[in-house]
Structures are given as C-alpha cells and as structure tokens.
C-alpha cells in the first residue's frame, strides 16, 4: 500500500464506518495520545521500565500503525498530499543534512 493509497483508505473509512472526521485539534490531541502509547511500550521493550500486565498484549507495530492512522487523518483534512510532502523533506534533509551527520564525532 502507497502513502496515498493509504491516505484515500483512510478517507473511505472515516466516510463510511466512522462517519465522520474528528476536528483537526481533536484529532492532534489523540495522535499525542497514540504517540504517548508508542512510548510507553518502548520504555518497556527497550528500556528500564517493567511490563505492567495491561502493558504486555501490546505490539509495537500496531501501536506505530495507530499513530501513522491519525496522522493521515489529519493530512486528509488540511489537504496534505503525504506523498509529496515526504518527498519534499527527503529533498530538504539530503540538502541540508549532506555532511552533518557524517562529520559528527558522536556518531563514529
């Protein structure tokens, strides 16, 4: 599945099944929300932090999913193309990022 594939996906779902878009303030607090979860199971996974027992059905993948979800949701109803936009910052990170990384110490 494409970036757009995705995003029009997305659109036919929250047209039908979910009836509608939440409002784009909404929808940035539960991307925070998912955002927050992804966290959560990583403090676990990689981290220090113990599993809590609600905490250890929980996948990564499915959790990154959520979060890839609502953003698309909110690329759809500010008339962001994903597509180009990730286009257009691969292009501004290869300009700007050309030799940064490589000439940093910390990362050799």
């Known amino acids: 599945m494409t970036i757009q594939e995705a995003q029009e996906s997305i659109d036919k779902w929250v047209n039908t099944t979910g009836v509608r878009y939440f409002s784009e303030l909404t929808n940035m607090a539960i991307l925070t929300e998912e955002v927050g979860e992804v966290a959560r199971l990583m403090a676990r ?15 990564l993948a499915d959790e990154l999913a959520d979060v890839m979800w609502v953003l698309l949701c909110i690329a759809n109803q ?15 990170k290869s300009i700007r990022d050309a030799d940064r990384h490589r000439n940093n110490e910390k990362l050799q």
């Open 45 to 59: 996974q990689y981290g220090d932090q113990s599993f809590k027992e609600s905490d250890k059905n929980k996948e």
């Open 78 to 92: 500010t008339g962001i193309d994903m597509t180009a936009a990730l286009e257009k910052n691969f292009a501004k």
